[in-house]
């Protein structure tokens, strides 16, 4: 239940059991992330991880705004995103389709509150059905209606880039439904590291 849950949260959605082991190097690809990567999980109500890429902020903040490119890193290994219709501008609304690796297809939809480019993007993210009607989140009846995601992009030196990656509850929420969402912080951790090393072999196919 709990790996359910965790594919299902990170991006909105999910976590995945499953490891790509086509890269030979994957391993040290993996220590890599984590060295590279820092996240903040105390500070209750609201999850914050950052990660630093060698890539100038346009390329990175494209990656969020062009529909072909955000689906094929956000998410976990083996799930499969796909939007359905994509108006990508400010006050503009996405919805998405995913399959994960348990061969189950779920719906969410982004709603785009902030658009700068090349510095913040801001969005409400929440799951709907195939239609885009809004649902409870399908793995869990106390996970928040509704998240506000805040991604951030500092140049921090020559061709490196710090993105930062905040996520807290948009909704009014009740105190169980805090509660699940603090507790799924360290799964949180695990499908952000999982969509970053996805961006790190986009970027190195660049190169």
Request: net charge negative.
């Amino acid at each position: 239940m709990r790996q359910t849950l965790g594919i299902l949260i990170l991006t909105i959605v999910s976590l995945s059991a499953c490891k790509n082991k086509e890269d030979k190097n994957s391993g040290q690809n993996n220590q890599n992330i984590k060295m590279k990567t820092k996240e903040i999980e105390n500070l209750e109500d609201i999850f914050i991880i950052s990660h630093t890429f060698e890539t100038d902020k346009k390329t990175l903040f494209n990656m969020w705004i062009d529909p072909e490119t955000y689906t094929s890193w956000m998410g976990p290994t083996g799930a499969e995103m796909s939007f359905l219709n994509s108006d990508i501008k400010e006050n503009g609304t996405a919805l998405w389709q995913m399959t994960t690796p348990d061969q189950l297809t779920k719906y969410g939809k982004l709603h785009y509150k902030t658009i700068n480019p090349n510095e913040q993007l801001v969005y409400v993210q929440s799951f709907s059905d195939k239609d885009g009607n809004f649902i409870k989140a399908p793995f869990s009846e106390t996970y928040p209606d509704s998240l506000l995601l805040t991604a951030d992009f500092v140049q921090e030196a020559e061709n490196k880039v710090k993105m930062t990656v905040k996520w807290e509850i948009f909704s009014e929420s009740t105190e169980i439904e805090r509660k699940t969402f603090n507790e799924m912080k360290p799964y949180m951790v695990k499908g952000w590291n999982e969509s970053f090393e996805k961006i790190e072999k986009l970027l190195n196919k660049k190169k």
